[in-house]
């Protein structure tokens, strides 16, 4: 079964950084692209970016290029989304997703990060 | 501003037929063929319902249905059940790096 675990919920200051993981199983990691998408409370769904974890070539919408850093690494199937100065705007629940056929047809269960003072 | 627009909301009454719109506001989103719908209950992740405009993944039940035309995408939500009762997702490629774009959400309110 093809599986994307995402780490547990994190709970921040601004400023602090943060590396959240999306572990995958159940396939070749480094065959499918790893997309992440950001969704905030109660809000809708936004593309942050993608990675190919063959060789760890990314693709980042504008509006988080800089913001976010994004990594795999391929020895224990796993891709990493990380902040290196969060912000209470990142306040999100943030999930990883396997992209197939320009669709993203497994999704992680979400990690909710919350960013407060 | 997404450059995918769908309704904020649709209803209908059980075993009855839905359609949700997503309509390309943007020209540089346009001519593709990789439209795809996910469905979102609250609390849970995404759901994968439809992909490359109307193909279905294994186990996604036939009631659910994708078309296109023109600059409009529709998901057809047919026999609406209770558990219809979510968030559903428009999504799509813009520009020349294919960036994705995500429609804002309708939600589907099951009467």
């Known amino acids: 079964e093809v599986q994307l675990v995402q780490s547990g919920a994190e709970v921040k200051k601004p400023g602090e950084s943060l590396t959240i993981s999306c572990q995958v199983s159940?396939?070749?990691?480094?065959?499918?692209?790893i997309t992440w998408v950001r969704q905030k409370p109660g809000k809708g769904l936004e593309w942050m970016g993608r990675i190919d974890p063959s060789d760890s070539y990314t693709n980042y919408n504008p509006s988080f290029q800089g913001h976010v850093t994004m990594s795999a690494d391929n020895s224990i199937s796993t891709a990493y989304l990380q902040w290196s100065s969060l912000k209470a705007s990142d306040t999100a629940m943030y999930y990883c997703?396997?992209?197939?056929?320009?669709?993203?047809?497994?999704w992680g269960q979400g990690t909710m990060v919350t960013v407060s003072s | 501003q997404s450059a995918l627009t769908q309704p904020p909301s649709a209803s209908g009454s059980p075993g009855q037929s839905v359609t949700i719109s997503c309509t390309e506001t943007?020209?540089?989103?346009?001519?593709?063929?990789?439209v795809s719908w996910y469905q979102q209950h609250p609390g849970k992740a995404p759901k994968l319902l439809i992909y490359e405009v109307y193909k279905r993944p294994s186990g996604v039940p036939d009631r659910f249905s994708g078309s296109k035309s023109g600059d409009t995408a529709s998901l057809t939500v047919s026999g609406l059940q209770a558990e219809d009762e979510a968030d559903y997702y428009c999504m799509s490629y813009a520009g020349s790096n294919n960036f994705v774009v995500f429609g804002g959400g309708t939600k589907l309110t099951v009467l």
């Open positions: 943007s020209s540089d989103v346009g001519g593709y063929k990789y």
């Open positions: 159940g396939y070749s990691f480094s065959t499918y692209w």
């Open positions: 997703a396997k992209q197939i056929d320009r669709a993203f047809d497994i």
